[in-house]
T-cell receptor, first 113, second 111 residues
Framework: NAGVTQTPKFRILKIGQSMTLQCAQD?????MYWYRQDPGMGLKLIYY???????DKGEVPNGYNVSRSTTEDFPLRLELAAPSQTSVYFC????????????FGQGTRLTVV | QKEVEQDPGPLSVPEGAIVSLNCTYS??????FMWYRQYSRKGPELLMY????GNKEDGRFTAQVDKSSKYISLFIRDSQPSDSATYLC???????????FGAGTTVTVRA
């Protein structure tokens, strides 16, 4: 009963480094999302996908890239990390967003120094 | 103006008190309204879901939606220390692929 699995849980990056945050779901959901959460700012949508091979930008896509080659996986790529990307990143998936059934992973805490 | 407004608090109440949380929104197309609960260092989880206007009750939790005022509320009766968390409102409309979230309200219930 894994649900949405994110790796790694914690990471410290140096400015200019790159990394990929992994997200996998085993519920056969079509919709997948990447959010970032900063203190007192709620959840900001970075990218989302409505199915394999289809992705679209959210509110704050700059500095990030995604791909969706399978239904299960939705990795988020950070290129040239900047201190402004220090945040907690959550991946989520849903069968039907209208029913509010978005399932979230446990998050990745990223610090860029 | 943000699409969804939510007072971030924080809110601190004694055990047994009623907790009242609310959000306002500007998009009249929103039809689906949710409350998510997020414990510290965890991902959000769905707490309550309401379609269109009206009330929904689940144990100690009551969700209310007033579409005419573009206002939604969550009430927690007989609050417990285990209710200490951040509560986020979220909403969407027909055909939307994503949720619009409020900023979240951090609640602490003191024993």
């Amino acid at each position: 009963n894994a649900g949405v699995t994110q790796t790694p849980k914690f990471r410290i990056l140096k400015i200019g480094q790159s990394m990929t945050l992994q997200c996998a779901q085993d519920m056969n959901h079509n919709y997948m999302y990447w959010y970032r959460q900063d203190p007192g700012m709620g959840l900001k949508l970075i990218y989302y996908s409505v199915g394999a091979g289809i992705t679209d930008k959210g509110e704050v896509p700059n500095g990030y890239n995604v791909s969706r080659s399978t239904t299960e996986d939705f990795p988020l790529r950070l290129e040239l990390a900047a201190p402004s990307q220090t945040s907690v990143y959550f991946c989520a998936s849903s069968y039907s967003i209208q029913k509010g059934e978005a399932f979230f992973g446990q998050g990745t805490r990223l610090t860029v120094v | 103006q943000k699409e969804v407004e939510q007072d971030p608090g924080p809110l601190s109440v004694p055990e047994g008190a009623i907790v009242s949380l609310n959000c306002t929104y500007s998009n009249s197309a929103f039809q689906y309204f949710m409350w998510y609960r997020q414990y510290s260092r965890k991902g959000p989880e769905l707490l309550m879901y309401t379609y269109s206007s009206g009330n929904k009750e689940d144990g100690r939790f009551t969700a209310q939606v007033d579409k005419s005022s573009k206002y939604i509320s969550l009430f927690i009766r007989d609050s417990q220390p285990s209710d200490s968390a951040t509560y986020l409102c979220a909403m969407s409309g027909n055909g939307d692929y994503k949720l619009s979230f409020g900023a979240g309200t951090t609640v602490t219930v003191r024993a």
